[in-house]
């Protein structure tokens, strides 16, 4: 490593170090953590509510009137959730949120949990084009016993005619760029999920405040005039490199008393492997200060495993801010990642790439 390169290494990782302390400093001095939760493989299940109680946090019936008999997910088993459950949520809205909200936020995250390797329910989340002619499946390199870790390692095996115009593949580099197809989903679908989330995991003193958002989620169609509140956000980070992605981590912020008008009252963040989802919930009352002057802003959180000598190794953490505001079905929306491939395997127009960490663009 030449002198230059050793100092441009040394202003990096203190342009790092800075960016992570200053945000970490901000909410701070802006938010108290309500609730957190942090799971790995290994971790003992957590049961959210009182199971004897029987009363639905969400649509506020009680037994016999709805039933309690399913296991209820805090935060979908599609991303790999095994540990937090919630005694609290009938059958008839676990079904309800299934159908209306979580199978959106499925499908807008698929092409992230099938590249990131992220285990759901039914293994591994294929991609399949609707010509059949490209597909991503995981294959197990190695069982639990194999890696000592208690978790099964997936490979990647990637399948495309040879003039796909869906890849740029890059042998010097050992580099694919891939286009990728999200199923068709509603954007304040997505977004209701994640409050729904929020709201599983929230302390009674916070979630008495939110019956608005109950009812709001609940609704059986997505309308602006249903709740006229604007804009619905997600920011989302990428964090590049491999990182844990047999995990969930989720946290729940509440503005601190006296903090800084210019940020809005509760925040909840999920992190899965590479990617962290942050939003703000809707809260007109709290906030109506905020947006009446329409002056708020946010620091983005840290995803926990993208430390300073990870970012220096393998990049810097990218975000973007998606508007989820939208009540109409989106088709033919894609989404571009770059990931370095282990093997390339000659077959008649078909590309095979196995054991890729992707990057998202």
């Keep these: 490593m030449t ?19 200053e945000r970490l400093e901000w909410f701070d001095t802006r ?58 949520e009938c059958d008839t809205c676990n079904g309800d949120f299934a159908k209306r909200i979580e199978d959106d936020f499925g499908k807008w995250t698929l092409p992230w949990r099938s ?61 694919v760029k891939l286009t990728l197809d999200r199923p068709a989903y509603v ?5 209701k999920c994640l409050v729904k989330m929020a709201i599983a995991v929230m302390p009674p003193d916070v979630e008495y405040r939110c019956a608005h958002l109950k009812k709001w989620i609940l609704l059986p169609t997505h309308t602006f005039e ?23 981590a989720c946290w729940l912020l509440r503005r601190k008393l006296g903090s800084p008008d210019d940020c809005l ?10 990617h962290v989802f942050q939003i703000a919930l809707p809260m ?16 983005l959180w840290p995803n926990t495993w993208a430390n300073v000598e990870h970012q220096l190794r393998y990049g810097r953490t990218g975000h973007k801010d ?12 894609s989404t571009l990642m770059t990931f370095n491939y282990d093997q390339l395997i000659d077959q008649p127009d078909i590309v095979a790439v196995p054991d890729a960490e992707p990057e998202a663009d």
């Design 265 to 274: 009252y509760i925040q909840f963040i999920l992190q899965l492997s590479n």
């Design 31 to 88: 938010y108290k953590i309500a609730n957190m939760f942090a799971f790995r493989p290994d971790s003992e299940r957590v049961y959210l509510g009182d199971k004897a109680k029987q009363v639905c946090r969400y649509c506020g019936r009680a037994a016999p009137e709805v039933k309690f008999k399913k296991l209820a997910h805090a935060i979908p088993d599609q991303v790999g959730n095994d540990w937090l459950f919630d005694y609290e």
């Design 284 to 299: 007109h009352i709290e906030d109506r200060k905020q947006l009446e002057v329409g002056k708020f802003t946010t620091a």
């Design 115 to 175: 590249l990131g390797r992220i285990k759901g329910k039914e293994g591994v989340p294929s991609i399949k084009s609707n010509d059949k002619k490209f597909r991503i499946d995981a294959t197990v390199a190695s069982t639990p016993a194999e890696t000592g870790s208690g978790a099964v390692r997936h490979d990647l095996k990637i399948l495309m005619g040879a003039n796909d115009v869906r890849h740029e593949l890059d042998e010097a580099t050992k580099t």
């Design 226 to 248: 249903s709740y006229p509140y604007r804009p619905l956000s997600i920011l989302y980070q990428f964090a590049p490199g491999p990182v844990p992605n047999d995990g969930v």
């Design 322 to 333: 998606f508007d989820m505001s939208g009540t109409e079905l989106v088709r033919g929306e």
């Design 3 to 21: 002198q230059s390169a050793e100092i441009n290494a040394v202003q990096l990782r203190a342009d790092i170090k800075k960016a992570m302390v």
């Design 187 to 191: 954007p304040m679908g997505v977004f």
